[in-house]
């Protein structure tokens, strides 16, 4: 056994603990958690660091075969702009994408992450991932709005979704891209196709475009749809919060991706809606899209279980959990850091049904530990410069 000591334990399921100590088994599992009152302990193989100890990171939304274009992007472009631009990259790039994720999944690692709800369009990923310590929900997303080729997509998802070679702790699920991308078609196939689903992760209020598009069937996604020669007539003519409504069952577990537009009406209906909905939030990539961040307070206030996810590095420059929660801090610092802690990691767990074995430092669970420091224990946050060392 290895016993881990800081300034602060956050252990998430209760308060933090001064000069806590952890200790874990040789295979990261929890055995202990001592809460010496206050005072410093001295006990056989216990390793003391400056600063707070907290579980692994949970990333709750991420593209990790978009790792190869890494500063190929531009920012500010707009939701149109930005899937211009990620389509033209997959036709135009050849680079060895296996690497890139590669890189990735290690840097991930690295920054304390220890489960990650990962976009799928393709097997890209999945030779990684196999000898990757974390542990993934791979989301197969389904998109199309040729209303003719609504079987085949589904087809193809289902073979990427039963695809084996799967670690054990990792599973895969079928999941729609977004409430613009599918065709009616589509949406009445997947429906039955997810209707068992452990998680459903949907992009949703990402652009004010989103809306335009499916009521009115104009604005900026319409023009770039119908100048790739789509038949834009395909989706659903509903808002797209009533296309969530519509077209997912009540009682599914369900991650609702970026929310930058996301109003109040919506943010209360679909929460009276779904019991087990979980609004992801992706601040590095909402900037990097839109320059604009979601209205956190209002979803604090009104919306329940918040996630934190990185989106992908075609739209962040990091896969990192910990500097979204710094840039949360940033932009509204009146939240405690242990509420943006607890988005960063049991809600995110919770959510991906992970948190039998991680999200929270407690005996028998096998959450990670990650070291931050320097931390300003005046205000009980990190620094601006804080960092994240991984400890197990």
């Known amino acids: ?41 001295e006990l056989a193989s216990t390793e003391f660091h400056n600063g ?40 135009e790039n050849s680079d060895d994408s296996e690497v890139f994720i590669q890189r990735a999944l290690n840097d991930m690692h690295r920054l304390g992450t220890v489960a990650v709800a990962d976009i799928c369009n393709t097997s890209d990923s999945f030779f990684a991932k196999q000898s990757s310590s974390i542990c993934f929900a791979n989301l197969i997303e389904v998109l199309g709005l040729d209303p003719e080729k609504a079987d085949l997509i589904i087809e193809r998802a289902q073979f990427l979704r039963d695809i084996p070679g799967l670690k054990p ?17 589509l949406w009445n196939l997947l429906q039955k196709e997810v209707e068992n689903n452990k998680l459903i992760s949907i992009h949703f209020a990402e652009s004010r475009q989103e809306e335009i598009f499916t009521q009115q069937k104009q604005g900026e996604l319409a023009q770039t749809f119908t100048s790739w020669g789509l038949p834009i007539g395909s989706v659903p003519s509903l808002t797209p919060a009533d296309i969530v409504a519509k077209y ?91 509420e943006v802690l607890s988005w960063a990691t049991i809600n995110g767990a919770k959510a991906l ?39 197990v």
């Open 52 to 91: 707070v100890i907290v579980p692994g990171f949970i990333n709750a939304h991420c593209h990790t075969e978009l790792s190869h274009f890494k500063g190929k992007t531009k920012r500010e472009t707009g939701l149109a702009g930005f899937v211009e631009q990620v389509r033209r990259l997959r036709i």
């Open 353 to 391: 049904r992970f948190d039998d074995e991680m999200g929270s430092i407690d005996v028998g669970k096998s959450p990670g530990l990650n070291l931050i420091s320097p931390f300003d224990f005046t205000n009980m946050k990190p620094f601006p410069n804080s960092r994240v060392k991984r400890l």
């Open 169 to 185: 702790s990792d599973y895969s699920c079928i999941t729609p891209h977004s409430t613009y991308t599918l065709s009616e078609e």
């Open 248 to 338: 997912l069952h009540a009682n599914s577990s369900i991650l609702l991706v970026h929310n930058t537009f996301l109003n109040m009406e919506d943010a209360v209906t679909l929460g009276r809606r779904f019991s087990k909905l979980t609004f992801v939030l992706c601040p590095a990539s909402n900037l990097f899209i839109e320059g604009k961040l979601p209205d956190v307070r209002m979803i604090r206030k009104l919306a329940g279980s918040i996630a934190l996810g990185t989106d992908s590095l075609a739209s962040s420059g990091t896969l990192s959990v910990f500097e979204q929660m710094q840039i949360i801090s940033e932009y509204f610092p009146e939240i405690p850091f242990s």
């Open 1 to 41: 056994m290895h016993r881990f000591s800081a300034n602060y334990v956050f252990p998430v399921s209760g308060k933090p603990i001064r000069n806590g100590i952890v200790g874990v088994n040789n295979d990261g599992k929890v055995v202990e958690v001592i809460n010496p009152q206050g005072d410093r302990a």
